[in-house]
């Protein structure tokens, strides 16, 4: 089944350690988005690619960076976890903006990281 | 942003209840949807409103919209253990950035 995929589900990484989390996708959407869900929040945007072009969020920290080297995955890395980064952080597809029933975005099951 | 805001923070009702949640956002939209999740998993979506419907169902959800009010709400008919979950609203304005509701953590009681 065509489905978004999230590695690893549970990271656990020591302050100040970069951290990687990962994305894929085979719905072949266009748009790939990353958002940061804390303990009973809303989920939070920071960032999306639209093919290949990236959109940051304007308060979105430095800390923060994304890469997608293809249509299926993106990567979401964390230069230096702060203990205020511990969160699940959630991947979502979308097909091309503009498009009727394209605004439904497609959830992965999320990566929930915890800081040490 | 979050534009969204949901009330009430917390519903619990008896199984075969209906559960109703509301939705309030503050600026124009394109549509407004409705999504689910399950304790510690990703966001299912549930139902989209474009704006201008009123109405909307599918299955056991009743989705309304009044664009004027600026506000939505969200029925759950016949409530089931499974739909024991937090509901979030999320707007989508005129690009395509759903931005998300606090949500309503609703538990259904066997």
């Known amino acids: 089944d065509a489905m978004v995929i999230q590695n690893p589900r549970y990271q656990v990484t020591q302050f100040g350690k970069p951290v990687t989390l990962s994305c894929s996708q085979t719905?072949?959407?266009?748009?790939m988005y990353w958002y940061q869900q804390k303990s009973s929040q809303a989920p939070k945007l920071l960032f999306h690619y639209y093919d290949k072009d990236f959109n940051n969020e304007a308060d979105t920290p430095d800390n923060f960076q994304s890469r997608r080297p293809n249509t299926s995955f993106c990567f979401l890395d964390i230069r230096s976890p702060g203990l205020g980064d511990a969160a699940m952080y959630l991947c979502a597809t979308s097909r091309r903006p503009g498009l009727a029933s394209s605004d439904t975005q497609y959830f992965g099951p999320g990566t929930r990281l915890t800081v040490l | 942003s979050q534009q969204g805001e949901e009330d009430p923070q917390a519903l619990s009702i008896q199984e075969g209840e209906n559960a109703t949640m509301n939705c309030s956002y503050k600026?124009?939209?394109?549509?407004l949807q409705w999504y689910r999740q399950n304790s510690g998993r990703g966001l299912v979506h549930l139902i989209l409103i474009r704006s201008n419907e009123r109405e909307k169902h599918s299955g056991r959800l009743r989705v309304t919209l009044d664009t004027s009010k600026k506000s939505s709400s969200l029925l759950i008919t016949a409530s089931r253990a499974a739909d024991t979950a937090s509901y979030f609203c999320?707007?989508?304005?005129?690009?395509?950035?759903?931005?998300f509701g606090a949500g309503t953590t609703v538990t259904v009681r066997a």
């Open positions: 600026t124009s939209i394109n549509n």
């Open positions: 999320a707007t989508v304005d005129n690009d395509y950035k759903l931005s």
């Open positions: 719905l072949n959407h266009n748009v």
